[in-house]
């Protein structure tokens, strides 16, 4: 049995738009074991942020209800103090763009060091510079006695996130978001930021959330991949699963909308619609329903749940069961027209 | 560091060149003289012709412009026709006087909107907040002199805290402890008048730079690390929203200039600002271009010391 790190139960974040609470992540249950990287995807606005930022509890203004336990305590609403002591030492950070990550007033030493400074009071200036530049090399920067007194807007957006990178494992966490590390970069670059995370997680056996878009990503990282659409998990599955039998139509449109070389596709499947902003957020029933409209009302449930399919991957609500895209639909019907 | 702040200098000729000729030929462009305000009948016209040519009135501007300017190069700015003195002379007392108005209308300014505008951008949204952005937006809407009439009125007249005009007690001996304090005495009042209506600028916009900056990612990345809500506020978000204000110095000079014409003349304190609007209207050209000018070289240095600050703040700005 995997060694549970993170267990997020029922979690609610609300933000306050006038005088209403609105929720951007809405009854999220997750867990992320040692060693192990745990994907979500979901479209822009889906409340990816949202719930990385309620992991570290960078809301300042949210309202949060249910769990998240690391390992075992749970650190919704805990004082201050405490959640300092966990953060940079337990779990670090990474963010999706390196080009505003940095102070651009402090030299990248300090900014690392800072890491160091705020949870190993004995360790002496000299030895925490040591500890920066070992840091450095670590994530592969070149000249790293030069860096160290450089400031952030000398150097280039893939040596940012290396240093970024640099700061959320200065302490070694055991969990690790990553908040799309890769969005900002441009190809090349990303697969060395990826290869980067993959050799630190084989180093600490830390657990990683990583956060992203992009599938390719997720098949080359992920052992485990959690759906995201509208501020709630819609499938949650192993990756090599995930990627044999998406079940959810999101994931499935997601699949779809993705070009692939190796089957033949008549055309990408576009999915309609966008996500919908927080206030205007289906709240009852399914919540992709709206952007499938072809698909039959009495195939949603009226609340749809998170169903056990096979162990270990889960389905929110039963249209999954009557999905087609129009095109299949299409075609279908010409099948029968002829025979 | 050196290589910067000689180019950002030597920026300051051109500057100072097109500064001079335009006060120049707006100064030419007046209607009238400091002559043809003389009424007195027993005046010959002819006498006043002769003045003219003895000035050098009909002499091609050009010669004009050049003696001008050779002058003020040696501290000369000419006669003031009506008081009948050299301009510099004139002007000595007066522009110490307004320095030190100036200086202490911006210490109060700054000691009045740094905690506020800090205050207001940390808890932003909260009742603190709304008081002051209320007061900020009082101090937007209330015309300088109208203000500066009423605290006259309240804290000069009735109450009698602070004396209403004059830049110095009658009588006291220069150099002495007393003439000092009694300098600051007179000096308070239209200093905190200007400071209090002019703050809102600078509180404002030190809220909007503190809540910018702080849901910026390198402060969510200094709390992932763990630093302490204090740490966070004094090691990253101030300095980087202090940043904009210090660039913004050299428009608070500026700004203080059009307002100490405003006050001089309210609370009758003898300074550049006075003698601007008194020499306006007594068409002294001499005194009106040296005042102006001066006003002028205050703006392009505070600009300059603006610069010089953010270069020396902000490592972006620092050029090798
Ligand atoms: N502080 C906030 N106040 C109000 N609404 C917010 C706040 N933060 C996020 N939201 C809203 O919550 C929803 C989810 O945002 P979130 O940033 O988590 O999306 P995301 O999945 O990370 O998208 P992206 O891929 O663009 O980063 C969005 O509708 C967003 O507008
Ligand atoms: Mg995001």
């Known amino acids: 049995m995997a060694e549970k790190l993170l267990e997020i139960k029922n979690l609610k974040t609300s933000f306050r738009i006038k005088d209403d609470y609105f929720a951007a992540v809405d009854d999220v249950s997750l867990n992320v074991n040692k060693n192990e990287v745990l994907a979500i995807v979901g479209e822009s606005g889906c409340g990816k942020s949202a719930l990385a930022f309620s992991i570290m509890g960078l809301h300042t203004r949210a309202k949060m209800e249910g769990d998240i336990l690391y390992k075992g305590e749970n650190i919704v609403g805990i004082s201050p103090s405490k959640l300092n002591k966990l953060r940079g030492k337990h779990m670090g950070m990474i963010f999706q763009d390196p080009l505003t990550a940095l102070n651009p007033l402090m030299i990248i030493g300090d900014q690392i060091g800072e890491a160091l400074l705020l949870h190993n009071k004995e360790m002496s200036k000299t030895q925490r ?126 699949f779809n909308s993705v070009p692939n070389a190796s089957e033949e596709q008549d055309r990408l499947h576009v999915i ?42 889960f389905v929110r609500c039963t249209c999954y069961k009557h999905f087609r895209f129009p095109e299949e639909v299409g075609k279908e019907e010409e099948h029968h027209g002829v025979s | 560091m050196w290589k910067f702040s000689v180019r950002r200098i030597l920026i300051m000729i051109p500057q100072l ?38 000035m050098g009135w009909y002499d091609p501007w050009h010669e004009q412009y050049a003696r001008w300017v050779g002058g003020v190069m040696q501290g000369d700015f000419g006669m003031s026709f009506r008081f009948k003195m050299p301009v510099t002379e004139l002007i000595g007392q007066r522009i110490v006087n307004s320095f030190w108005l100036s200086v202490a209308t911006l210490i109060l300014t700054y000691l009045i909107a740094i905690p ?94 503190i809540i910018d900056t702080k849901q910026k990612d390198f402060i969510l990345l200094a709390r992932s690390k763990g630093a302490s809500e204090s740490r966070v506020y004094n090691q990253h978000i101030f300095r980087n929203s202090l940043l904009p204000i210090a660039a913004f110095f050299g428009f608070e000079i500026t700004g203080l200039i059009g307002g100490s014409i405003f006050i001089e003349n309210i609370f009758g304190y003898p300074g550049m600002g006075q003698l601007l609007i008194e020499s306006i209207s007594l068409r002294d050209f001499s005194v009106v271009t040296a005042t102006t000018l001066l006003f002028g070289i205050a703006s392009i240095l505070g600009a300059l010391i603006s610069d010089i600050i953010l270069s020396l703040v902000d490592p972006r700005i620092r050029i090798k």
């Open chain 1, 272 to 313: 309609q619609g966008i996500v919908p902003s927080l206030q205007n957020l289906p709240r009852t029933g399914c919540r992709f329903a709206p952007r499938i409209p072809w698909i039959d009302e009495s195939a949603h449930e009226a609340h749809p749940e998170l169903h056990e399919v096979k162990p270990g991957h």
């Open chain 2, 17 to 54: 060149f097109v500064l001079s000729l335009l006060i120049f030929v707006l100064a030419k462009m007046m209607p009238g003289d400091a002559l043809s305000g003389q009424i007195d009948p027993n005046i010959d016209p002819a006498r006043i012709e002769e003045l003219r040519i003895e």
């Open chain 1, 129 to 254: 510079k040591e500890k920066v530049i070992d840091l450095l090399n670590k994530v592969g920067i070149p000249r790293p006695e030069y860096v160290y007194e450089q400031f952030p807007h000398e150097l280039s957006g893939g040596m940012r996130q290396r240093v970024v990178i640099a700061t959320a494992i200065a302490n070694e966490p055991e969990l690790l978001i990553a908040d799309e590390p890769t969005t900002a970069l441009d190809v090349t670059i990303q697969s060395q930021i990826l290869d980067l995370i993959k050799d630190l997680k084989d180093d600490m056996n830390s657990g990683i959330v990583l956060i992203t878009h992009d599938l390719g990503v997720v098949a080359e990282m992920a052992d485990r991949v959690a759906v995201m659409y509208a501020g709630e998990i819609v499938e949650i599955a192993e990756v090599t699963e995930l990627f044999e039998e998406p079940l959810h139509p999101y994931t499935r449109s997601l």
């Open chain 2, 116 to 209: 506020l505008g800090i205050t207001s951008g940390r808890y932003n949204d909260t009742f603190r907040d709304q008081l002051i952005t209320g007061y900020s937006y009082v101090g937007f809407a209330t015309p300088l002199f109208i203000f500066a009439l009423v605290m006259l009125w309240v804290f000069g007249f009735q109450l009698q805290w602070f004396p209403t005009s004059g830049s110095v007690e009658p009588g006291m001996e220069p150099g002495t402890f007393d003439y000092f304090m009694s300098k600051f005495y007179h000096l308070l009042l239209p200093a905190l008048s200007m400071a209090l209506i002019t703050t809102f600028n600078t509180i404002l916009y030190l809220r909007n730079e």
